[in-house]
């Protein structure tokens, strides 16, 4: 008899010790961490480039230009920055870095995206029916852009056995909408070696 109840609870506690050590383990680390885990693109590549980016953008003469001939800073909008890598981008976080940089250095003005301002203009509508007057906001009123910023990522992935070379290239440019005029065009590159078992091309 005691040696069944032995055996049951040396088993129970087997079970709970496994099932502790298969449990999912959690760590919070810092935003700004570098921790590469797959060799994909990831929040540190995102920020890293959308800063070195918006950092030669503004150092370049269209800026001063543009200042000297209009009397004032330029409006700016993200136009389609397409994906055209292997593997899935969240380019949404990466526009929201560029934006954030571009808003923060106080040298240029930002314009809304276009499912942005269709959401504003819904609200003005509605506000044209339901706002007192005194504190409605007007239609026909919009800042407009200067410049659009287009844009694509691509990669390259070079693959032998558990090896791989990963190549990304960002590609970006500042158009006038004036004329079409491009008026600077930035790229940034990057590129990681993985090593990892099971690889395959």
């Known amino acids: 008899m005691i040696r069944t109840i032995l055996y049951h609870t040396g088993l129970l506690l087997l079970v709970l010790l496994l099932s502790v050590a298969c449990s999912t383990r959690v760590e919070r ?8 885990l797959s060799g994909n693109w990831n929040d540190t590549d995102s920020r890293l480039v959308s800063e070195e980016m918006v ?15 209009q009397g004032g800073q330029p409006a700016v909008i993200v136009g389609e920055i397409r994906n055209l890598s292997h593997e899935h981008i969240n380019l949404r976080t990466f526009v929201a870095d560029i934006q954030r940089a571009l808003i923060n250095s106080g040298r240029v003005d930002f314009v809304a995206s276009r499912d942005e301002r269709d959401e504003i203009r ?20 919009e800042l407009g852009a200067d410049y659009m910023l287009q844009g694509t990522i691509n990669t390259i992935i070079d693959v032998e056995g558990r090896q791989q070379v990963r190549y990304y290239q960002v590609d970006l440019t ?27 091309s």
């Open 122 to 141: 819904e609200e003005r509508r509605d506000q044209d029916l339901h706002a007192r007057e005194d504190t409605r906001k007007a239609m026909g009123r």
């Open 55 to 69: 950092q030669d953008v503004l150092a370049q003469p269209w800026l001063g230009q543009h200042i000297r001939t």
């Open 29 to 36: 680390i810092e935003p700004d961490q570098v921790r590469d």
């Open 174 to 200: 500042l158009i006038s909408l004036v004329d079409n005029r491009i008026v600077w065009i930035g790229q940034k590159k990057i590129k990681k070696f993985v090593t990892r078992p099971g690889l395959r």
